[in-house]
């Protein structure tokens, strides 16, 4: 159990932020400049706030009024950094121990040879840091960090400087992680899909300030005024089960109550839930079921809410058979033609690759 | 039978000027071991610490630099020498003298030693992220800790360059040390007071040149030292596989 509600004063940057969790992996999502990783930093003890309180299993870490404040290094939280920050001086397997000489025998939960499996890194053991690749530096970022047997993990952007591929291959890392050691993550990114996998909470900053608490589902398809230069950012994400894999086309079927949805790749046994997130870009609007058209997936629903104002675009938001949201991204002139008006039946029409395997939850 | 040039130059030298050269590479080296935690201390004082007085400290430690090395001598007489405050309270008390003594010229050149070796160990010690450092402090280590694995041993090549500029430095050192702890054989003669001597006397100018050949082999054999030492160092940071 995580408690935050600091404050700080920095030249003309305010920060004033306050959220909970009971675990899992709290998203910290905003712009940059929007203080997220500061809020890290206050939480790992490496900046002071000037007011607040942070609460770690009932074990305060700051307490401004109380005059506590706990050194980063007797805080037992884990940092795992945007750079790594390997020390390049020792060997990775020095770096994976390093923690470990400093935390008490007796409440070591987490086991080496594990977080090492895990992390696919027995090979890098004897390696240097310094020609480690980038993917591979933040694994052992990642190992660094949780074989310190921390009561709570921060990740401050750790795909951030990754290619898409290295994030691919890291992401299902972290989901691991964090389900298989029971850590508490809060996890700093400016990623849509990387919050959408992992987040079991989102926290959106802007400017400072919080300015929605909720799950993915909730907080990502919201129209939030942090995000209104930026309309493509906005996104839904629904919830589905894995109904078998099509092995001829290197698809996965999935089953949603508003319709069948097609996987690019393979996402698992039959059975299994999944989270996908769909961009609102990805998504376009018919009145009729089309036919005669390569987009596989087309899911029912209803149009909840039509916004457009003067500009060229406009957002419809579909309540779909079975309670999720989708939001499609049109035209204005697509909202006229067609006279989308709420309540209006609609088929939503996603383009298969926008659905790819990144985009889904595994449990 | 052959023999080396060296061994000859070795074997010819006069039984002072052999002294005069075991002076010189032991007061270097007490002065280099003896100042070097003092000098790491000060650098990561003027690299990572804030406290009041940082500043003069800080010309403290370089004064020696810019004064005159006679004056440098002449101070640490009037502070040291034995019917001086300081010096006759040691004398007394611990039985520590340092006038007319060879530890007097260790610490003379030590004096001298120390703004060049503060300052190459304070740029290392300024070049180590402190990002590093914060990643050491959350994986549970104290600031003791992290300084003992993380800060030191990135900071080595630094340190090696002080000690060596400290050394090289310590036994070129001539007029702090002649001005405090004058020019006795045996003593508190180092190569660069017996050299000086011996362009005083007749006939002395072979003895003299013998002290020069020994004296830059000696410098050689330092940068050589250092040169192959920070090559390993820095191959220990990125080993090539």
Redesign the interface.
């Known amino acids: 159990m995580i408690v935050v509600d600091v404050g700080l004063k920095f030249r003309s940057f305010e920060l004033a932020v306050a959220f909970s969790s009971g675990g899992g992996l709290v998203a910290l999502f905003g712009r940059s400049g929007s203080g997220k990783s500061l809020t890290l930093n206050l939480i ?3 900046v002071r706030p000037d007011r607040g309180r942070i609460c770690l299993n009932g074990r305060p870490l700051v307490d401004t009024q109380a005059g506590i404040f706990v ?9 795992v ?1 945007q750079d790594a ?1 390997l ?3 020792l060997s990775v397997r020095h770096n994976l121990m ?2 470990r ?3 008490p025998p007796r409440e070591r939960a987490i086991e080496v040879d594990s977080v090492i499996a895990t992390l696919g890194i027995e090979h890098l053991l004897d ?2 840091p ?2 480690l690749s980038g993917g591979e530096r933040q694994r052992v970022a990642i190992g ?2 949780l074989l ?1 047997d921390p009561k709570l993990l921060l990740m401050d952007e750790p795909l951030a400087a990754l290619d898409l591929e290295r994030k691919l291959e890291i992401l299902p890392l972290i989901e691991n992680v964090r389900d298989a050691f029971k850590v508490p993550i809060i996890y700093v990114s400016h990623a849509l899909e990387e919050v959408a996998r992992l987040a079991s909470q989102v926290v959106i900053l802007d400017a400072g300030h919080v300015v929605a608490i909720g799950s993915p589902g909730e907080v990502l398809s919201r129209r939030h005024t942090a995000f209104d230069d930026q309309r493509f950012e906005r996104a839904s994400v629904l919830t589905a089960r894995v109904e078998g894999a099509n092995n001829n086309y290197g698809l996965t079927e999935l089953v949603h109550p508003a319709g069948r949805i097609w996987l690019s790749g393979l996402a698992g046994p039959p059975g299994r839930e999944l989270r996908v997130v769909v961009n609102a870009a990805d998504v376009a609007v018919a009145t009729v079921r089309p036919d005669h058209l390569s987009v596989r997936t087309v899911l029912r629903g209803s149009v909840a809410s039509v916004e457009a104002d003067k500009g060229p675009l406009a957002t419809v938001t579909i309540g779909l058979l079975g309670g999720d949201q989708l939001i499609a991204l049109t035209t204005r002139m697509a909202v006229h033609e067609l006279s989308l008006q709420r309540g209006d039946q609609v088929f939503a029409l996603i383009k298969t690759v926008a659905l790819d395997e990144r985009a889904g939850h595994r449990r | 039978m052959q023999t080396s040039p060296w061994l000859a130059l070795v074997i010819s030298l006069s039984p002072e000027e052999l002294t005069a050269v075991g002076v010189s590479l032991k007061v270097a080296s007490v002065a280099t071991v003896v100042s070097l935690p003092i000098g790491v201390f000060a650098a990561l004082a003027l690299a990572r610490w804030r406290f009041f007085g940082k500043t003069l400290l800080d010309g403290v430690i370089h004064l020696p630099l810019v004064l005159p090395p006679v004056v440098t001598g002449y101070v640490l007489l009037m502070l040291l020498g034995r019917r001086a405050p300081l010096g006759a309270f040691l004398a007394d008390n611990f039985g520590i003298v340092f006038a007319f003594r060879w530890t007097g010229a260790a610490l003379a050149s030590g004096v001298m030693g120390f703004p060049l070796m503060v300052r190459a160990i304070r740029l290392s010690i300024d070049a180590v ?1 402190r ?2 450092e ?10 003791l ?2 300084f003992l694995v ?1 800060t030191l ?2 900071a080595l090549p630094g340190i090696l360059v002080g000690a060596i500029l400290c050394f090289a430095k310590a036994l070129g050192e001539f007029g702090a040390t002649i001005t405090f702890v004058s020019n006795i054989p045996g003593q508190t003669q180092t190569i660069s007071a017996a050299i000086y001597t011996l362009t005083q006397v007749p006939n002395g100018e072979v003895g003299a040149f013998r002290l020069t050949l020994i004296s830059v082999s000696i410098a050689l054999t330092a940068l050589i030292a250092s040169e192959i030492l920070q090559r390993w160092t820095s191959r ?4 090539i ?1």
């Open positions: 790992a003890g490496l050194k980063s290094h007797r805080r037992r939280v884990g940092f950094f920050q020390f390049p001086h390093f923690g000489w400093f935390s390696r240097s310094g020609n660094r960090a310190s | 992220d990002r590093l914060a990643a050491a402090g959350t994986l549970g280590a104290h600031p800790w992290v993380v041993p990135l220990q940071f990125h080993p596989e």
